[in-house]
């Protein structure tokens, strides 16, 4: 009975659905896949904060239609994220979908949206895979690629004078991309690399792995550890005591989401660290100031890349769909319009490469408490102008 | 090979080790007394960290956290016990490993309620924060010496309670003879309770201790627990002294996987390809380990005795 | 099953689910929504996945806690032959079933030497040294998971990328395995296989040498979850080592279980609510308040718990029950 019942509410349910079309009555509809579960739901809060402010900067509209934005959970697992792309394109079909932190999240989830005639943007995720051939005219990144960040650091370290390295980074991904990046550009010796297990059952005790990078001898420690893990590993690292012995240097490690937490931790040792990014909350420019501002007085905390991204996805999106006067059927209009990245970002500007990465500074920033005792970054030099990833040249549009 | 980086590797899984043993002794005994497959056994390890992290935040002081918390704990595991395990004792395993599993969601979705998804960092005093050189060359964190200290603590607590109370003798009676106990008319779902609510509060201790390094976070027990199973089976159902045993085997094999075998490894195949089987093939080793004591062993390195 | 089975009510629930299942792409096609394709071929597949389980769980008292990883070995079965331009289905799927099999005689040789708690653990241990294998193969993405670009191609002219042809290959997979399993436990061999569950003693004394009829049953059931796995694989394109997780293996039993173990259509009615619950609960409790959806595993697990409190037999014994 219950079975029956069951079935025919299924049946029901298909049955009233509507048949959906572009209509220009209808809303400009934005899936949005990011972690909200597992602990990596920090950075997927972060992301959707900054996503619905720049909603409501932008008044909730784009080319004269509504928006509507509709939010997916990828658990921090590929499959899931792939099943949750799926649903957007199928069933809620979707004109953008972005997010995704995590590269291989993307990775899994980029066939079904592109196969679909979906445009994809990446928020955060910069694979090399989608960067060189298997660049795609629908996709595009609102972040930077994974390679870029740890090249700029590895030119930091040669300026540094630094002649030997120990690297740990997650085994996913992302994290090989990350460690792909730092040896391509430091010129020093790598004397010892750890890739650890990542996911939602990623390891976060590193007491082994800190043992061996002491004992190996290297002058500094690289590492890669987004979101949680970041700070488990800067409190470990720190109980061990080898701030002096090892200094740290990272990439997405120590930010708006950590430091906080490191600062309830009182984990002092910190502040002074240096790590490369494309932005910073202190960068000058309009767009950033507002952004900044804003996020700090509805959230109360300063917002992460992650947020800056999201946000500046919108305002690529919107900036298409302006363009097109909200008109989404004609999809080269809208792709020609995207690729201009005519918006005012808040890294004060730039442009997409021929894969559809951005070409963009990157910048050495320090950790510093601000005036109100907050802990953030702030930006100490500009290590690379206009950088454009290494794998722009394997791609063929 | 590098002498002081090999001690250090030995005690980094001897804290493995006493973690591992402070979760695996509950589970053992309510495995061996009650005949219970607990999965959510973990779920305890998560709650007592959210607990003592809650009450470390609100009186700015670790000690006084873990001391109040491990109570509380044993409150949960109580509660646990009577809505949820006890009408489970008289069904069959299968029933237990779904149940359990149902319990593990909904510890987990409550986590997710009460304390939000971002997990919670629990700051600890100076005085734990340095480090110990333990030799000219050995520097070693003092809150791993710490966790150490209280692993070994319980343990031998443990070993006297069971061997020299009267409580104890049930406990061992219990698990190497349900029917008789029950027969000699003790009051056998006080002793169930019991031995629930005190193994749940040991799992939160444990849970308590990892907190500072990793952070506690939702799930964080959901796949240590899998490893517990691993080190109670290695030691034998029902036996304090094997979970011990067990949990420094694993302890062992797996912090020396992770220090030693990429390099062994890089021996037979590509850098890359080393770095990243290393890890993977070190968890497989514990398993192997498991599925081979099971198949020659089954009850295990030491079975409780007069099965 | 005869004809006066089929006029009760059960037995017309039973025909129902099946009859819905068989006209769904053509439902799906009239409401324009070929998302609820998708679930309904997820659906079919793991109810394969299930059916297999039930083989040797239902019938045969083994409960294997490592199930999934047979859905795995199958899903890159097709995956790896693909990232090597192997794109012949004839290849794929004769493959997930041999290697599938093989895992299956190997494993099941050492673990049916144990019995009860200290199988479903064996059982766990060797799925999680196949998860662990397959995180540790770099070359086939460890673990970030291997894109599968293409699928299975058979003959010219069936194109199995195809969602509604796939869902009937899907569904007559589903018909078949269903088929091959009640043939199988209304067999003499069936019968030791049943009789070794309630009295493994007795049946070894009357003669039977049930360690052999055991170790067939788990490599058949294994052998038809590779096949589900090799679905799968063409079905989400990706693969995981994530998707042999003991949690899955754990899915899988409960799906079993809610259903009905024991039963002919128990593992279906199993599957179909664990999914519908899975793809609805989280939008019916959106409903109600906001993002609430998030929070969907605490009614799960309580409906989880509650089913096994107080619902014995699954689906399908509420349904035997309401048949008297």
């Known amino acids: 009975m219950k079975k029956m019942l069951l079935g025919a509410a299924l049946g029901a349910v298909m049955m009233a659905g509507p048949a959906f079309g572009a209509s220009h009555g209808e809303p400009v509809k934005i899936g949005f896949v990011t972690t909200l579960t597992t602990p990596a739901a920090v950075i997927g809060n972060d992301m959707k904060n900054a996503f619905d402010l720049a909603l409501e900067h932008i008044g909730g509209e784009m080319g004269g239609r509504k928006v509507e934005v509709i939010y997916e959970d990828d658990g921090f697992k590929p499959e899931v994220g792939k099943q949750a792309s799926d649903k957007l394109v199928k069933q809620d079909e979707v004109d953008f979908v972005t997010g995704f932190i995590w590269s291989h999240v993307l990775l899994a989830s980029s066939k079904s949206v592109l196969d679909s005639g979906t445009f994809l943007i990446s928020a955060n995720a910069g694979p090399s895979q989608l960067a060189g051939k298997g660049c795609h005219e629908n996709f595009f990144s609102v972040s930077w690629q994974n390679d870029q960040t740890p090249m700029a650091l590895g030119e930091a370290l040669n300026a540094n004078g630094v002649n030997s390295v120990y690297i740990m980074a997650p085994n996913y991904a992302a994290g090989k991309d990350m460690v792909a990046g730092v040896e391509r550009t430091f010129k020093g010796e790598v004397k010892g690399k750890d890739l650890t297990k990542w996911g939602a059952d990623a390891q976060l005790d590193f007491s082994a792995e800190l043992a061996k990078a002491k004992a190996s001898g290297a002058e500094a420690i690289w590492v890669f550890y987004p979101g949680k893990a970041g700070g488990a590993f800067i409190q470990q690292y720190t109980q061990a005591g080898l701030q002096d012995s090892l200094p740290l240097y990272s990439v997405f490690t120590v930010d708006a989401l950590s430091l906080p937490r490191l600062k309830d931790a009182g984990l002092t040792g910190v502040l002074g660290s240096r790590a490369t990014q494309h932005w910073s909350p202190d960068l000058d420019n309009e767009a950033n100031k507002k952004f900044v501002t804003d996020f700090l007085a509805k959230y109360g905390s300063y917002p992460s890349f992650y947020a800056q991204q999201s946000y500046d996805a919108m305002m690529l999106i919107k900036s298409a769909v302006d363009a097109v006067g909200g008109d989404l059927s004609d999809k080269d209009a809208v792709r020609a319009a995207l690729a201009k990245a005519d918006f005012a970002s808040t890294r004060g500007g730039f442009k997409f490469g021929n894969n559809h990465f951005p070409v963009q500074n990157f910048y050495l920033r320090e950790a510093v408490e601000d005036s109100e005792g907050r802990w953030t970054t702030k930006v100490v030099s500009t290590v690379y102008e206009d950088h454009q990833d290494p794998h722009a040249a394997d791609c063929g549009m | 090979m590098d002498t002081a980086l090999l001690i250090t590797q030995l005690l980094n899984g001897l804290q493995l080790g006493v973690l591992l043993f402070l979760l695996a002794a509950g589970l053992t005994l309510i495995f061996g007394i009650m005949d219970f497959i607990n999965l959510a056994h973990g779920s305890f390890y998560m709650v007592g960290a959210y607990i003592c992290g809650t009450l470390v935040a609100l009186l700015d002081s670790f000690v006084l956290g873990v001391i109040l918390a491990i109570p509380l704990t044993l409150a949960v595991g109580y509660v646990a016990e009577l809505v949820v395990a006890r009408t489970l004792y008289a069904r069959d395993h299968l029933d237990h490993v779904l149940a359990t599993f149902g319990l593990i969601l909904i510890f987990d979705t409550a986590v997710h309620l009460f304390w939000g998804a971002e997990g919670m960092a629990i700051p600890l005093p100076d005085w734990l924060n340095g480090q110990i050189a333990v030799s000219e060359t050995i520097l070693l964190p003092t809150y791993r010496i710490a966790i150490i200290s209280v692993g070994l603590a319980v343990a031998v607590g443990l070993y006297v309670l069971v061997t020299r109370t009267r409580i104890g003798m049930l406990i061992r009676a219990g698990a190497s003879n349900r029917t008789m106990v029950q027969a000699l008319g003790v009051d056998i779902k006080r002793l169930f309770s019991l031995v629930f609510a005190a193994g749940a509060a040991i799992a939160g201790l444990a849970g308590m201790m990892v907190s500072p390094i990793t952070e506690a976070s939702i799930g964080m027990g959901n796949d240590i627990i899998i490893v517990a199973f691993v080190v109670i089976i290695i030691g034998g159902i029902g036996s304090v002294k094997g979970a011990f045993v067990g949990a420094l085997i694993v302890g062992m094999i797996d912090t020396m996987g992770r220090s030693y075998l990429d390099q062994f490894m890089k021996l037979f195949m590509s850098d890359q390809n080393a770095e990243t089987a290393a890890p993977a093939v070190s968890a497989m080793l514990i398993y192997i380990l498991m599925a081979a004591i099971l198949a020659v062993r089954p009850q295990g390195l030491f079975p409780p005795r007069v099965r | ?324």
Request: charged residues 15%; glycine residues 12%.
């Open chain 3, 1 to 324: 099953m005869n004809a006066s089975d089929i006029l009760t009510p059960k037995g017309l629930i039973a025909a129902a689910v099946i009859l819905l299942l068989a006209v769904m792409p053509v439902l799906t096609t009239i409401a324009d929504q070929a998302f609820y394709l998708d679930i309904a071929t997820r659906i079919l597949i793991l109810a394969i996945a299930a059916v297999s389980l039930n083989l040797i769980l239902g019938y045969g008292g083994m409960v294997s806690f490592g199930h999934a990883a047979f859905i795995g070995i199958g899903a890159y079965a097709v995956g790896i032959p693909i990232y090597y331009d192997e794109y012949s289905g004839w290849l794929h799927f004769p493959l997930a079933i041999a290697v599938s099999a093989l895992y299956a005689l190997i494993t099941g040789a050492i673990s049916l030497r144990t019995k009860g708690v200290h199988f479903i653990m064996i059982t766990m241990a060797f799925s999680q040294m196949v998860f662990f294998l397959f995180i540790s193969l770099e070359e086939y993405g460890g673990d970030d998971g291997l894109l599968i670009w293409s699928d299975s191609e058979f003959v010219d002219g069936v194109d199995v990328d195809d969602p509604t042809t796939f869902y009937y290959l899907c569904f007559i997979s589903l018909m078949g395995a269903l088929f091959l399993v009640h043939r199988i436990v209304n067999s003499r061999f069936g019968r030791v296989i049943r009789g070794s569950m309630s009295n493994d003693k007795r049946m070894k004394a009357l003669g039977y040498p049930t360690y052999g009829y055991k170790l067939t049953a788990y490599v058949i059931s294994g052998a038809i979850c590779g096949y589900a796995g090799a679905l799968m694989g063409n079905f989400t394109n990706f693969i995981s080592p994530e998707m042999m997780g003991w949690t899955r293996s754990g899915e899988l039993i409960f799906m079993v279980v809610l259903g009905g173990s024991g039963s002919v259509m128990g593992p279906i009615y199993g599957v179909l609510s664990f999914l519908l619950l899975e793809e609805f609960l989280p939008d019916f409790m959106d409903l109600f308040s906001k993002d609430a959806g998030i929070y969907w595993h605490l009614p799960f697990g309580i409906i989880l718990v509650l089913v096994v409190l107080f619902v014995r037999g699954g689906i399908n014994g509420l349904l035997d029950r309401w048949n008297r």
